[in-house]
């Protein structure tokens, strides 16, 4: 998982399956690792609600989107949710994608996703 956590209260949610897939590649010049999206699907126990929570880390250099570039990356992330999200669960994806607001993964990932939140680099 390279480096990656997801957490859930247990008292109000159900584990139903979670793994890690490989999704992206630093750059050659750059290179780190192999970059991860680690994925949960939750069930709510009091609510019929189910959640597909993804956590990933994006590739370096910034903006570049590592070895295969930002769309391909955007489309390794919608792979993963297509082949292990189920219909009518909530999807939620976040990260530190390593990527400006206007990067190509970004923008293709909320041609089909809704953004709620973007962070500042420091």
């Known amino acids: 998982t390279h480096g990656l956590c997801m957490g859930y209260k247990k008292s109000a949610w159900t584990l ?10 630093d750059r050659p010049d750059l290179y780190f690792s192999v970059r991860s999206a680690s994925w949960m699907q939750l069930h709510h126990l009091e609510e019929d609600a189910h959640v597909f929570f993804v956590n990933h880390h994006g590739p370096l250099p910034i903006d570049i989107r590592g ?10 992330l919608f792979k993963l949710i297509s082949e292990h999200a189920t219909e009518g669960d909530a999807i939620i994806l976040v990260g530190d994608f390593i990527a400006g607001s206007s990067s190509v993964t ?3 990932l909320q041609q089909h996703l809704h953004r709620a939140y973007s962070g500042e680099s420091n």
Not at 20 to 25: F, G, K, P
């Open 106 to 108: 970004v923008l293709e």
């Open 67 to 76: 070895l295969c570039g930002g769309m391909d990356t955007a489309f390794n």
């Open 16 to 25: 139903w399956n979670m793994a890690s897939d490989a999704v992206a590649e």
